[in-house]
């Protein structure tokens, strides 16, 4: 432990010279001798000493009442009166001053000495107490912050600003992570630009010792040298002169990131301190909790709205496909009157093209009806091969628009499925979505390599039929870092507003249900493959496939 450094303010010199010897005597570190007011003001402030011993008297335009007032007050430096007079008017002025003794002259070394280890002991309590008053009034400031800054970032941001400004720490910061431990966003106050190597490091997932600690630590960890403790870190510059305490801010198992504050190397940490940092921890962890929870339950209430909205128009296109249906089969008709009485010729070839392109429109109207009325939970036996080219059709028109070339390879000899048709075609119609947004993102134009493939073939596996379904595209691929996180609801890759994050978790959902497997191959910027399995004949269970 290092040496209290002590400034004697005294004009006699022997008297001065005997403090001195005295006091390395007793293991204390007396840094300076000064002789008048203004000059121990200027060297306490300078030096940063922990007690002053200031004579009453001094010469000079100042005397020692009125320098340790200032000393005091500016720098909040415990004083000690040394004076040989000890009368009331002197004593009601030096009062004032807050000293933390008075010893009168002549004194022992005993009194000295307890008067001075009095003295910094009350000191460093008073600064103790003052140091927790700014550290609950910064926890008072944030709890009052969380309960109406619904942004995170902002959060977060308040908060170590709030934890610097109530003069509790000289630096704080927070770095917020996902479920996969991957940086998501970061706030300091009194850091500055070695900060942003921190955040570098995090964001390539390169975490420094102390994050690792404190990640499998519970409670609040307490970095003394941090170039010790943790060589690496970028900020281990920021804390030479003092310390850092580091906690996770955890709820529920789940890490939402860590916090970090900056203590000055005078200061102690006490369990009561301790205890402050990790309730703010806490508070701060709920607090992006409830965020998440709220904005999961903003996902469901947008969905439901959509599922709504989907079954509306699922009920007015029943009743539009109804009213287009009657006039096409009479325009069909009325074509395949012309085309049988009329010649050879053009006439002819025309009634042929109206009654072509007529059942067109009415083979997609029917796919359409299919693909729009409410599921009744029934399964039948479906041509895999009809159920995705009814779902083709829905889609060709917008595929062809994009460029994107088709290449299908669709058997129409395999036994039938034993499953919920309009089900699977829910689960085929967002592969084939998915795989045109990753293409169109990858090429914004024509490219030979804009292509998607779709096959279907028959598989034997223990003796059992099944068929899959092979949905291929050549667009972005998926990240390996996120490929086994695509299933899981609310998870996206596309960028905000342009998906719920439901699709695949429904699709895979549906597949499990039906008794088969929804897997996934992919290659950043190569391809992706998703894998549609069903048995032929599915075990009979109990209940409906929901």
């Known amino acids: 432990m290092s040496k209290a450094k002590i400034l004697i303010v005294e004009d006699e010199m022997v008297t001065a010279e005997d403090l001195r010897t005295t006091l390395v005597r007793m293991d204390y570190e007396p840094v300076a001798v000064i002789s008048t007011g203004e000059m121990a003001v200027k060297i306490a402030g300078e030096l940063q000493v922990d ?4 004579d009453v008297k001094l010469k000079g335009e100042m005397d020692g009442v009125e320098a340790a007032g200032i000393i005091h007050e500016n720098y909040g430096i415990p004083v000690i009166y040394l004076t040989a007079y000890a009368d009331n008017s002197l004593l009601e002025r030096a009062k004032l001053t807050g000293p933390y003794g008075y010893v009168v002259k002549p004194f022992s070394d005993k009194e000295l000495h307890s008067s001075v280890e009095i003295a910094l002991f009350k000191s460093q309590s008073d600064k103790q107490i003052a140091h927790l008053n700014s550290v609950l009034k910064a926890i008072r400031n944030i709890n009052q912050l969380i309960t109406h800054e619904k942004n995170p970032g902002l959060l977060i941001r308040q908060a170590c600003e709030m934890m610097v400004d109530s003069r509790g720490y000289g630096s704080a910061w927070i770095i917020l992570l996902n479920r996969e431990g991957e940086y998501v966003d970061s706030a300091e106050t009194g850091i500055g630009k070695s900060f942003r190597t921190l955040v570098e490091r995090y964001k390539k997932m390169d975490i420094p010792i102390c994050c690792e600690t404190a990640q499998r630590t519970d409670g609040v960890i307490v970095m003394e040298n941090i170039k010790k403790d943790c060589p690496d870190c970028p900020l281990s510059q920021k804390y030479e002169e003092g310390k850092c305490l580091q906690s996770r801010l955890a709820h529920q198992d789940r890490i939402y990131g860590f916090m970090s504050v900056g203590v000055s190397s005078g200061q102690p940490v006490n369990v009561e301190e301790l205890d402050l940092i990790e309730e703010v921890s806490d508070d701060l962890a709920f607090a992006l909790y409830t965020f998440e929870a709220d904005l999961e339950k903003q996902k469901l209430e947008a969905q439901l709205i959509q599922s709504q909205k989907l079954e509306a128009i699922g009920s007015l296109v029943s009743g539009v496909v109804h009213e287009i249906n009657n006039p096409l089969t009479g325009m069909i008709n009325y074509a395949d009157l012309i085309e049988e009485k009329m010649p050879e010729g053009d006439l002819k070839e025309y009634a042929q093209g109206i009654m072509f392109e007529g059942k067109r429109v009415a083979g997609i109207v029917k796919n359409l009806l299919a693909f729009s009325r409410t599921s009744q939970n029934v399964e039948a036996p479906v041509s895999l091969a009809d159920v995705i080219l009814g779902t083709l059709s829905l889609v060709q028109p917008t595929l062809k628009k994009d460029q994107v070339m088709l290449e299908t390879d669709l058997p129409d000899n395999l036994d039938s499925v034993i499953c919920n048709s309009q089900q699977i075609r829910q689960v085929v119609l967002n592969l084939i979505t998915n795989a ?14 804009k292509k998607l493939m779709i096959k279907l073939r028959p598989l034997k596996r223990d003796g059992i039929d099944w068929q899959q379904i092979l949905v291929e595209d050549y667009g972005t691929g998926i990240p390996k870092k996120k490929i086994d996180k695509i299933f899981e609801e609310f998870y996206t890759t596309k960028p905000e507003g342009e998906g719920t994050g439901l699709g695949l978790s429904v699709s895979k959902k549906i597949i499990d249900d ?4 929804l897997r996934v191959e992919s290659k950043e910027n190569k391809f ?11 075990e009979k269970k109990e209940g409906k496939i929901e």
């Open 436 to 449: 045109g947004h990753a293409l169109n993102k990858r090429y914004k134009k024509w490219d030979a390599n």
């Open 51 to 54: 007690l002053v011993l200031m």
């Open 528 to 538: 992706t493959r998703f894998y549609v399995e069903l048995k032929v004949k599915p």
């Open 514 to 517: 039906h008794g088969g497997s």
